[in-house]
């Protein structure tokens, strides 16, 4: 099922209700990273160990999407768990991925909480407000923030192998879904349709730079030839990949293992086509929320996965970003929120300055 959405600026969802309600959606926010920030502002909220993180990148994008995801997490503890800024320290569990451990604790709060970067946007979604732990996580990719080295590769060596290049991350299934399976094509012609055997030269497309001819079929059965330029399917496809990496990434950050997770290959979310951009783009900038897919077959080690809900929205023309929560037997309608976008200043820094 999808659906179009725009991304908002921050809103209420999620919010950690009074009285023991739970939430009935998950607050999911993204942090723009090009702004000017003032960097010494933010950074004085950081520990040492912070700081030196954050300023240890020689990129300057690096450092301010580092310098976020630390904010980040710092208002989730401050804002949902209600502990003064200065004591919204993070620590990682078991296999490294970020909680808080509140003071004199010996184990994190029932909160999750995860964060993703890419391409200068910060990803953020957490689960707050229930009895046992919901365990979230979230990735954002750019599909074409890597175009030049993704079509160097792809020029000399075919899309086959550049997808082979990943194949220790994904399951078989899935390896030769993203190689063969059609891409949605627009054939400039609403009367006629592929039929049959005509998706094979979809299928069998991996180099760029060529025309396909396509056996096409009008409605009173005619059959006549459309072409299409190999780039569109190329880059259809790098597209669906790009979906599919973001999904997994959001499914494996969840459970906390990460990709050291030893069963990376049993896990198969099948048939997955990536959410077009909003139609009315005119900006490469443009964050503006497109199709969003929220139904998916996971299945692991070859059963139907159940208790985990997804989600993959586009943003602007490249970014999508995917959230990815573990359902809470008592609660079969909590659902992600929409990603709202925060703002550095106004939205982060001026929380954590009033709880210092
Ligand atoms: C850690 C890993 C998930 C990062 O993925 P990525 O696509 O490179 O980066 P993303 O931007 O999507 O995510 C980075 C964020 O993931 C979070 N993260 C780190 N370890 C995590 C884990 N085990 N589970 C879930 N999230 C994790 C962190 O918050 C990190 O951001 P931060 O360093 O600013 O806090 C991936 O590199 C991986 O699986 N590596 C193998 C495990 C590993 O090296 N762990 C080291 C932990 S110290």
């Given amino acids: 099922m ?29 942090v723009i990273c090009h702004s000017q920030i003032q960097a010494s502002r933010a950074l004085s909220l950081l520990s040492e ?17 580092s310098l976020a995801s630390h904010l980040l997490k710092h208002m989730a503890i401050t804002k949902y768990c209600n502990v003064p800024w200065p004591q919204s320290t993070i620590s990682r569990d078991t296999n490294g991925k970020p909680c808080f451990i509140p ?27 229930f009895d046992a732990r ?32 990943h194949g220790d991350v994904f399951a078989e299934s899935e390896l030769n879904h993203m190689k063969l ?21 979809l299928s069998r497309c991996q180099w760029r730079n060529a025309k396909l001819d396509l056996k096409v079929t009008a409605v009173d059965g005619e059959e006549s030839v459309a072409q299409v330029d190999s780039n569109s399917v190329v880059d259809k496809k790098l597209r669906r990949f790009y979906a599919m990496w973001c999904l997994r990434e959001a499914y494996v950050k969840m459970t906390g ?28 900038n443009s964050l503006v929320g497109g199709e969003v897919v929220k139904e998916f077959n996971i299945f692991f080690k070859g059963r139907k996965v159940t208790d985990v809900k997804m989600e993959l929205s586009a943003l602007g023309p ?10 809470p037997k008592d609660n079969p309608d909590l659902a992600l929120g929409p990603w709202h976008i925060l703002r550095l200043e106004e939205d982060i820094l001026s929380v954590a300055e009033r709880t210092l």
């Fill in 2 to 30: 999808a659906s179009t959405g725009e991304a908002q600026t921050q809103g209420g969802s999620g919010e950690a209700q009074d009285g023991g309600t739970p939430p009935s959606n998950l607050p999911t926010f993204f």
């Fill in 49 to 65: 160990s912070e700081q030196a993180s954050v300023l240890k990148y020689y990129h300057l994008n690096d450092a301010k999407m």
């Fill in 103 to 129: 003071k004199g604790a010996t184990k994190p709060v029932t909160m999750d909480f995860n964060v993703s970067h890419q391409a200068g946007i910060v990803s953020f979604i957490a689960s707050v407000g």
């Fill in 134 to 165: 919901v365990d979230v996580g979230t990735d954002v990719v750019c599909a074409n923030e890597r175009e030049r080295h993704d079509y160097a590769h792809i020029e000399t060596k075919g899309f086959f192998d550049w997808v082979d290049m």
């Fill in 181 to 201: 399976s059609p891409v949605p094509i627009n054939l400039g012609r609403p009367d006629v349709s592929m039929r049959g055997f005509a998706k094979d030269a």
């Fill in 257 to 284: 293992e990460a990709l050291l997770a030893p069963w990376l290959k049993d896990l198969e979310i099948s048939d997955v086509q990536a959410p077009d951009a909003a139609s009315d783009i005119q900006e490469a």
């Fill in 318 to 327: 490249a970014y999508m970003v995917a959230g990815s929560l573990s359902m």
